[in-house]
């Protein structure tokens, strides 16, 4: 069985920019999450879908952070513009359903805001 | 603000011997408990799951349930040096993970 894939693993960018990651659940797995994780921190949760639909955005900062999952399937996480604290690795992770707590976490994109 | 809290280490454990990992939690609400492992540089990766009180044991691992005491532990049999990492601890339905113990086992 396939993991979480997610793209980029690395990237680099300058204060004010944009940038978007791209995350493909584990098949099947009907819940995703994106989660921002800072050194020596632990990973905290900006958003999490069932199937297309947002059920918990309550930490994503949403005049500069946005997310779809537009087909249920895919999603994309956009930082626009970015600042210098979003440097963190951004963890994606999926579940079976909404009432499966049990996650499996994407390599994740390590980004860098210089 | 609920909150999840672990000693963050390092916590260094000869190879062998048993490690003993700590975690409390604030709400008293949650019924869902799990144990992450993560290496440095890399993601984390589901251990253990408990949801009622008591231990669950898998292999070399046994995972210990307190709700009164809001206390979950993580213990780790025969540690040997591939163990070394951050172990994270996460609590209820709408994960909340503690900052991470990091674990040295000792060759």
């Known amino acids: 069985e396939a993991g979480v894939a997610q793209s980029p693993r690395y990237k680099i960018i300058e204060k004010r920019q944009s940038v978007a990651f791209w995350c493909n659940p584990i098949s099947g797995h009907a819940t995703l999450y994106w989660y921002q994780q800072i050194l020596g921190q632990g990973p905290k949760l900006l958003i999490q879908?069932?199937?297309?639909?947002?059920?918990?955005d309550s930490q994503l900062p949403k005049d500069r952070f946005s997310a779809e999952r537009l087909k249920g399937v895919d999603s994309t996480l956009k930082i626009q513009p970015a600042k210098l604290e979003d440097s963190a690795v951004y963890l994606c992770a999926s579940s079976l359903s909404v009432s499966s707590y049990e996650q499996y976490f994407g390599p994740g994109t390590r980004l860098t805001v210089t | 603000q609920k909150e999840v809290e672990q000693n963050s280490g390092p916590l260094s454990v000869p190879e062998g011997a048993i490690a003993s990992l700590n975690c409390t939690y604030s709400d008293r609400g949650s019924q869902s408990f799990f144990w992450y492992r993560q290496y440095s540089g890399k993601s984390p990766e589901l251990i253990m799951s408990i949801y009622s009180n008591g231990d669950k044991e898998d292999g070399r691992f046994t995972a210990q349930l307190n709700k009164a005491s809001q206390y979950v532990s993580l213990l780790i049999r025969d540690s040997q040096p591939s163990d070394s990492a951050t172990y994270l601890c996460?609590?209820?339905?709408?994960?909340?993970f503690g900052k991470g113990t990091r674990l040295h086992i000792l060759p």
């Open positions: 996460a609590v209820g339905d709408k994960i909340i």
């Open positions: 879908f069932q199937n297309n639909g947002v059920v918990d």
